[in-house]
T-cell receptor
Framework: KNEVEQSPQNLTAQEGEFITINCSYSVGISALHWLQQHPGGGIVSLFMLSSGKKKHGRLIATINIQEKHSSLHITASHPRDSAVYICAVSNTDKLIFGTGTRLQVFP | ETGVTQTPRHLVMGMTNKKSLKCEQHLGHNAMYWYKQSAKKPLELMFVYSLEERVENNSVPSRFSPECPNSSHLFLHLHTLQPEDSALYLC?????????????FGNGTRLTVT
């Protein structure tokens, strides 16, 4: 079992839908990262959080330290949100990555 | 120019070739990383440099050889690679090492070993 598990692995949505991607981890962490990878390969850091909730535009990230769980929400999804979303946790000075959730948003 | 820049974007090489991947960051960051991304697998950390000193070598075969001549530049020298080394190689930087500051990634080099 991976130390960082993401669900679902693949997700399709219609434009405008509310989307949730989940990340569960089994190790102690000092921070959790959400990353976005577009088909070209480049990765963008969306959020880094260690407690509570952060919001940036249509994206919201939450974390529950006690339950070792984080969610990434996308409101009013758009085709340009289509990408792979990767969760990573910081543990003993290393980042441990999930395998990613592939999201496709159709018009 | 800002951000993290990787060259080349694509590379095809034979198993007997020697090539180098280049990464440059203009963010004033102190830590730089090489990651390998293979299909359907999580990102794998290869090397970490903090203040130009290698602080992590994640059991990477010696056919991969990193070089960090200064805090803005990072190279990955490749020689006698195997077909299973074909992958996307990503460079990243962060203000500090240790995973507690946001990572900035380059667009990656798509490597194919024939």
């Amino acid at each position: 079992k991976n130390e960082v598990e993401q669900s679902p692995q693949n997700l399709t949505a219609q434009e405008g839908e509310f989307i949730t991607i989940n990340c569960s981890y089994s190790v102690g962490i000092s921070a959790l990262h959400w990353l976005q990878q577009h088909p070209g390969g480049g990765i963008v850091s969306l959020f880094m959080l260690s407690s509570g909730k952060k919001k940036h535009g249509r994206l919201i990230a939450t974390i529950n330290i006690q339950e070792k769980h984080s969610s990434l929400h996308i409101t009013a999804s758009h085709p340009r949100d289509s990408a792979v979303y990767i969760c990573a946790v910081s543990n003993t000075d290393k980042l441990i990555f999930g395998t990613g959730t592939r999201l496709q948003v159709f018009p | 120019e800002t951000g993290v820049t990787q060259t080349p974007r694509h590379l095809v090489m034979g198993m007997t070739n020697k090539k180098s991947l280049k990464c440059e960051q203009h963010l004033g960051h102190n830590a730089m990383y090489w990651y390998k991304q293979s299909a359907k697998k999580p990102l794998e950390l290869m090397f970490v440099y903090s203040l130009e000193e290698r602080v992590e070598n994640n059991s990477v075969p010696s056919r991969f050889s990193p070089e960090c001549p200064n805090s803005s530049h990072l190279f990955l020298h490749l020689h006698t690679l195997q077909p299973e080394d074909s992958a996307l190689y990503l460079c990243a930087s962060s203000q500090r090492g240790g995973g507690d500051s946001p990572l900035h990634f380059g667009n990656g080099t798509r490597l194919t070993v024939t």
